[in-house]
């Protein structure tokens, strides 16, 4: 039930009650006359003092009905206690019926048929007045069954059998004026309802049409809306609203003087006439049009109209009804600029270069043209940004787009299509070569450093080129090939360019067939892992050994792992791979005990990808576990990349592993950018030479400077050093000369497998020959 059905419900119980009480005071006046002059005539047939006690009860009651009267109309809050009132109201109603009704049980007159009839007929006639004025249906009862029941009592139970007939009357009577008094309730109640419910009705109407007034006038006065009624045929303004006036600049009588087509400057009698002229045609929904309004004084802004047609009036009118929508139309370029354009260079983004890639192809087919494809990437960004801070970078990407812009040709569209990425759209080109002419441009003026807070910042630029049509028809393809010839030119030094050729094609299409098959490598059991032997020649014994992962493919053979290691980083394989090694080597290790008599360490190199992507040290734990050697049998080779992140994770992972007891070794030194700082903020305990250096000892004096110098940085932080491609006893010479002590190259065993290497340690031979080198 709603509110509003909830507020009628109590109006028509206060009214009901309200108007029970209205009455009582007349039905108390005229119960004591007809009381008492009842009472006068049967005074002649029975003693005057009990009929004069009855008639002071009755007057007593009734005073109270009248004193019950009062305070009702006196309680203002009585709608928080109609309950009560109907109650009380009730219990009067029973009072009063009780004592006229014991006047046919105290005073019945059965020995006179004119005081019998009297005394049968005065309760009936009280009871016909009382369902009349009575609204209470169960008054209504207490009234009948308190004034009749007594008549049918000495009629039927107390008298002989000769007024059974006359009680039998009675209860009919009875019936009927409690089936009228229900009725007669009902209808009451029913008419009540109708008249609240006319009422709110005609209320809800009055503020429905206070709200249409209210509306109407507020879009009669809105400023920010124009309204037009116009002559549908000569289109001159009849009338206009407040909007219209302060957005024009006209006065009222102005607008008596103007047609609509003056101020809907793009519209002209014709085509505005073929504008609305669907509405002639049956259609009742507005038209929407969006054009440019004219001001007074000459200015225009763009609105959106929706225009209706009246025919029902004379002359048939036009309804225009404008808004102005400037900053609609500012947002929603605003937003088809954010959507199409580089927010920080102004360039065009990828989303709008590769649809405007496609209409270029159109063309260049249709004029028999072709177009050149350059994706250039910033060559060491990324260092910019961790060392000199991303507002710099920020700069030196905004100083980027202006050089490329004032290089290029009108006809040839750049676009910003990544961090460092730029891509350039040559059009109308008749050979390839005018292409080569701007990446060679391209190539110089970014030799040119950048000035950006007063320093100057350098940052070359490789560039990969695809032709249309010459190397593909699909924008995808082409997308691919000039990526792919970008990274050609990174991998052949940077700060040049290529051009797309089929042998990268095929280098593509095979890393992506060894991609294919790398991903299955571990569940066909393609992968094995091969040791290295670690020789510490000061005792004549292996110290221990590096784990190489191999793979040996059915259909590609063997695979080296400087081409399926980066790939499982790009693949994201990495971690899973390098979980497998831990595991392995980690079992392989606790073999050895038992064979070498000795707790032998093993090296496990670790990508820097398995440090960032949180892993390791669970990898670290559950090979180290299940395995049960100790935590300083275990050796980690990281390579110099990892040093130089910006992140501080792989140094709080190393940190975590050096505390654990876990060996951390720098492989490949001398080959990347580490200095001395890098060595002494990171928590390392072996320091390897890369094998390049110590292959061209015997030939190249600077190989063997630099190998010198690395053995005394070693030495001074305490570092135990290994040196890596060992191959001829002139190399062991040299650098047992210097103090080092742990070797590990061909000169004493290539990887071997895990068999061969076991057997290794329990070689005779084996043992003889590296005793002799102690």
Known sequence: ????????????????????????????????????????????????????????ILTTILLGRCLLLRFYTEDHNRALSLPFWLIMYRVGILAVGLTLGSLNIFFFPDNSLAYLLLAIILPIGLTVGAVIVTVDFYSSILYVTTLMLPIVYETVLVRDGSYSGT????????????????????NY????????ENKNLLEDLEQEKNKLNNRLGSVLNDGSIEIFIADADSLNCLQVNKGAIENLGYSKDEFDNLNLLHILTDQDQDSFKELIAPLYNGRWEAIVHKGTNRRK?????????????????????????VQDITERTEWEEKLVYQANFDQLTGLLNRHYMQSYMQSAFTRARRYNKKVALLFLDLDNFKTINDTLGHDIGDEVLKQT???????????????????????????????????EIVARKLNNIFNEPFMVKDREVYTTVSIGISIYPDDGHSLDQLMQYADMAMYQAKEDGRNNFRFFSLEMRRTSEELMLVANHLRYALDKDELSLHYQPKIDISRGRIAGAEVLLRWHNPELGNVSPDVFIPLAENLGLINQLGTWV?????????HWESLAGEKLPVSVNVSPQQFRSGTLLEAVANALKTSGISNSQLELEITESLLLQDSDQPLAVMKTLDE??????????????????????????????????IHDLEENRNSRALVE??????????LEIVAEGVETEEQLNFLRNRNINMIQGYFFSPPVAAEEFRAMLQDESTISRLSGLA
């Open 189 to 196: 109640v029913f008419t009540t309802r109708l008249r609240h």
């Open 582 to 590: 831990l595991d392995g080597a980690c079992r392989e290790a606790k």
């Open 709 to 718: 110098a690395i053995i005394a940085m070693g030495h001074s932080l305490k």
């Open 660 to 693: 654990q007891g876990i060996n951390l070794a720098l492989d490949d030194f001398g080959t990347g950018y580490s200095s001395l700082s890098y060595l002494k903020r990171f928590p390392l305990q072996v320091l390897k030479i890369d094998r390049s250096f």
């Open 401 to 435: 787009s202006v050089r490329i812009r004032e290089l290029l040709r009108e006809s040839d569209t750049p676009a910003r299509t990544g961090g460092d990425e730029f891509t350039i759209l040559l059009e109308n080109l008749e050979k390839n070569v005018h292409a």
């Open 297 to 321: 004084d000459g200015t225009t802004y763009p609105v959106e109209a929706r225009i209706q047609l009246s025919t029902l009036d004379e002359p048939p009118i036009v309804v225009a009804t």
């Open 167 to 186: 009680g039998a009357l009675v209860i009919v009577l009875m019936l009927f004026f409690i089936k009228f008094s229900r009725d007669y309730c009902d």
């Open 1 to 56: 039930m709603t509110n509003q059905q909830i507020s009628i419900e109590e109006k028509i119980e206060r009214d009901r009650i309200d108007e029970m009480y209205k009455r009582s005071k007349t039905a108390s006046i005229s119960i004591f006359i007809t009381g008492f002059v009842y009472i006068l005539l049967l005074s002649q047939k029975f003693a005057w003092q009990p009929l004069l006690v009855w008639l002071l």
